[in-house]
């Protein structure tokens, strides 16, 4: 009966963490897409259709990247630091692009 409730809690864990780096990969990871390929658009200096179409295709490779690269870590709570921390970097790349 024990051996039962560990293996439970052992699935349950797992079902944990993979909720968990899904969140972060789907939340952090469009953040960072936005900000990376708007900041990337701005500093080649592209406008009107140009920057729409750059933004978009950059956004959807990084997007994809990024929620690959969120389970590439042992543990959630190493992905979500790293995770969080590129997010920052892309927000200071592209308030440094739109000179905030």
């Known amino acids: ?3 039962q409730t560990v293996n439970r809690v052992a699935i349950n ?3 944990l963490d993979v909720a968990l780096r899904t969140l972060i990969a789907v939340a952090l990871g469009y953040a ?3 900000w990376l ?3 990337i658009a701005n500093f080649i ?3 009107g259709r140009e920057h ?3 933004v978009r295709m950059l956004f959807f490779c990084v997007y994809c990247t990024f929620i690959l690269f969120t389970f590439i870590f042992d543990t959630t ?3 979500s630091i790293v ?3 590129l997010s920052a970097l892309a927000l200071c790349l592209y308030s440094i692009s739109t000179g905030l």
Do not use: Q
Request: aromatic share 4%; proline share 0%; hydrophobic share 40%.
């Open 45 to 47: 200096g592209a406008d």
């Open 32 to 34: 960072f897409s936005a």
């Open 52 to 54: 729409e179409v750059l």
């Open 1 to 3: 009966m024990k051996s």
């Open 37 to 39: 390929s708007s900041a």
């Open 83 to 85: 995770m969080t921390a």
């Open 77 to 79: 709570k190493k992905a």
């Open 13 to 15: 864990r797992e079902r």
